[in-house]
């Protein structure tokens, strides 16, 4: 599949019922309902008593497991898959040579409770992913449960990541990051994640013509409560997406389409096993994510000429997502880049009427004209 290719299936199969950063369970819900008896079913319920969902494509040898959205706020992903199941459901070629060769499992949605009140966590304040071996959660027996029955050749593991992540020099916005996680603590490299690094770099190559240089590598730091690495350490290839930043896209809309192009592009090469032709090292090429991004970083201000970032914190309001601007932090932010920067030098800067700030606060407004620089933030 090549770039003009990829671009078309993914603005064709873009599902406009949903948008946003918020997307209300129901709307998943009413969508996974829409299929056969044979194709959907509960796997299991949250805290709160709300079903978990599986749905199953496909009649082809190779097994494929996909879970979106077991980080409640991260619904990037789960965009992209219900876009990427529309494609599947179509008539085009490629859509049948995937589903002949691949049977899907997907949960499009693994933590509702969390995606109900826009949470990383679940009802009960645990971080899913931290909980793959004490499986402590209904979320996560249930999971565990899908993924041993299942037996899945790969998984794919969709998550969203924060705006703070960049890569290169000089840096851009890591729009989307890959890893195949270690499966032990030595991070050795064996066959399970030669596989994962192949598909990735294989992914990378039709990302790089269409985002070049804002594909990162995530970390590979051995923690074994990680679904990802629990899978990787029982031979399981298993590959972690993280949506991120794209500029000025905070709706993660364009995101979401490159989310799909590279679920497009990963199961066709696990389809025809294209992605095997692909040398494993290249994935060693893709920059490692670095933590080197703000939201906003007003430059030089005040007499000592320093430089002031901002960070939005997503906040649900009457399901929609809001970002409310925090005043992060304040200092010599030379290495660090702002999604949006302004230079305020020779202007006066008043934080909160005073020329001086104290601590880590919610701003309620930001004016930069002639000759001021305005901060008033809700608390002193
Ligand atoms: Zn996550």
């Not at 190779?62 to 179509?90: C, P, R, Y």
């Not at 995606?115 to 565990?144: G, H, M, V, W």
């Not at 037996?151 to 195949?180: M, W």
Request: glycine share 6%; aromatic share 10%.
């Amino acid at each position: 599949m090549e770039k003009e290719r990829l671009l078309e299936l993914a603005t064709q199969y873009k599902n406009e019922s949903f948008s946003g950063r918020y997307i209300p369970v129901e709307d998943v819900n009413n969508f996974i309902a829409k299929f056969s008896e044979d194709q959907n079913r509960v796997i299991g319920k949250s805290v709160l008593g709300l079903p978990i969902y599986e749905l199953h494509l496909g009649g082809g040898s190779i097994k494929v497991l996909m879970w979106s959205q077991m980080h409640g706020n991260e619904t990037t992903t789960t965009k992209a898959l219900i876009d990427f199941i529309g494609f599947l459901q179509s008539n085009s070629a490629e859509a049948k040579e995937i589903l002949s060769k691949i049977s899907f499992s997907f949960v499009v949605l693994l933590n509702p409770d969390g995606a109900k009140i826009y949470t990383r966590s679940n009802l009960n304040e645990i971080d899913l992913n931290r909980d793959a071996q004490l499986c402590s959660q209904p979320e996560s027996r249930a999971f565990k449960k899908l993924y041993m029955e299942f037996q899945p050749d790969y998984c794919f593991n969709l998550h969203d990541q924060r705006t703070i992540f960049g890569v290169g020099e000089p840096a851009k916005p890591a729009t989307i990051s890959f890893l195949s996680p270690a499966f032990n603590e030595d991070r050795g490299v064996n066959e399970n994640r030669i596989a994962g690094m192949q598909l990735i770099a294989y992914m990378n190559k039709s990302l790089q013509q269409i985002i070049p240089n804002q594909v990162g590598r995530y970390d590979d730091g051995f923690n074994l409560n990680c679904v990802g690495d629990t899978l990787q350490n029982l031979g399981i290839p298993t590959i972690l997406f993280e949506a991120g930043h794209f500029e000025d896209d905070y709706e993660r809309e364009e995101t979401r389409k490159l989310i799909l192009i590279a679920l497009l592009k990963g199961s066709w090469g696990l389809s025809n096993k294209t992605h095997k032709h692909i040398n494993y090292k290249d994935y060693f090429t893709i920059p490692e994510n670095k933590k080197c991004f703000y939201d906003v970083i007003l430059r030089n201000v005040g007499r000592q000429n320093i430089d002031l970032a901002i960070q939005y914190k997503e906040t649900l309001k009457r399901n929609k997502i809001i970002f409310v601007p925090f005043l992060e932090t304040l200092g010599c932010l030379k290495a660090y880049v702002g999604h949006k920067e302004m230079d305020v030098s020779g202007k006066k800067v008043i934080i909160n009427r005073k020329e001086e700030w104290s601590e880590i606060t919610e701003i309620q407004e930001l004016s930069v004209d002639g000759k001021e620089c305005l901060v008033n933030l809700t608390k002193a």
